[in-house]
């Protein structure tokens, strides 16, 4: 896709599939579920074309990155995450270097806790769809899901290995009416890679939400201490679940990253922001990197 390079780089125990273009200061580019690399391209582009070097991996358990065990969710806490991102920037960049970090969905999340776990590493973050959340010290993720929606609920139903997967599958033959924003042969990209690896890679972050929030314990209270902007769409169902609109607007958000310059919320746009809206996402990233 128009000079887009792709190596595979291998870095904490994972060789990890990278798309890259440009020269310049890097912007790492985290994908959600269930997504890829592919979720990018836009931005790549973009980025390239204003004298930076984007690169776009799979991450772990995702697209054509391997060495994950899937079938073991526990090697897919926060740490493993934030730990892949680590290794990947120490075998692409000088040591020590900080670069800018921009996520959507679970990569948000993933870039999140890069900013609280290893601030040293990162210039600033942009992160779409996703907002940092506050750790409760008397119930994980999976419970207050569980206690809001019931056991239908799609993180809650993500717990129970194969189930999920099994129906999952079954919904390839389904036909759908594709969005104005995702082509046909997009779609069959996503598709192509998920006959090769299966849902079970992007189903385990769910699977170890409880770790996550057993392991973190020792970051409760923690702050986000980097340059950061935040956007998310106001169709989509994260703004709008209970306490999340409040906690984005309100002074809460700003009191856990000190350094959130902005939070933008745009109009009639949903979850898939970054491909609903490319050249608009694409030039609010590049207006905060230009601050720096």
């Not at 897919?76 to 800018?100: P, R, S, Y």
Request: hydrophobic share 40%; net charge negative.
């Amino acid at each position: 896709m128009e000079g887009i390079e792709h190596k595979t780089v291998s870095a904490n125990g994972l060789n990890i599939h990278i798309a890259q273009k440009g020269e310049g200061p890097l912007v790492l580019l985290l994908h959600g579920f269930p997504e890829l690399w592919y979720s990018w391209r836009h931005q790549i582009l973009y980025l390239a074309d204003h004298g930076y070097r984007a690169v776009a991996p799979d991450l772990r358990g995702f697209g054509e990155t391997t060495g994950a065990p899937v079938n073991d969710h526990t090697k897919f806490t926060i740490h493993h995450l934030v730990g892949d991102v680590i290794g990947l920037l120490d075998a692409i960049t000088n040591e020590g270097e900080k670069v800018f970090v921009v996520g959507h969905d679970w990569g948000a999340s993933i870039a999140w806790h890069l900013g609280m776990f290893r601030p040293d590493r990162v210039k600033g973050l942009v992160n779409l769809s996703v907002p940092t959340f506050r750790r409760n010290p008397d119930a994980n993720v999976v419970e207050m899901m569980r206690a809001a929606y019931g056991e239908d609920h799609y993180i809650t139903r993500f717990q129970k290995p194969g189930d999920i997967e099994d129906e999952l599958a079954k919904l390839g033959d389904t036909p759908v009416t594709l969005p104005p924003w995702l082509a046909e042969e997009d779609i069959d990209y996503y598709a192509n890679q998920l006959q090769k690896t299966g849902w079970s890679g992007g189903i385990n972050y769910y699977r170890a939400l409880h770790l996550n929030w057993e392991l973190t314990a020792a970051w409760h209270g923690a702050k986000v201490t980097v340059p950061s902007k935040f956007i998310i769409g106001d169709q989509d169902l994260v703004y709008h679940v209970p306490f999340v609109k409040d906690y984005i607007l309100g002074d809460s958000f700003k009191q856990d990253v000190p350094l959130l310059e902005e939070v933008i919320v745009m109009k009639d746009v949903a979850h898939w922001i970054n491909q609903e809206k490319p050249h608009e996402i694409s030039k609010s990233i590049f207006e905060f990197l230009q601050k720096f």
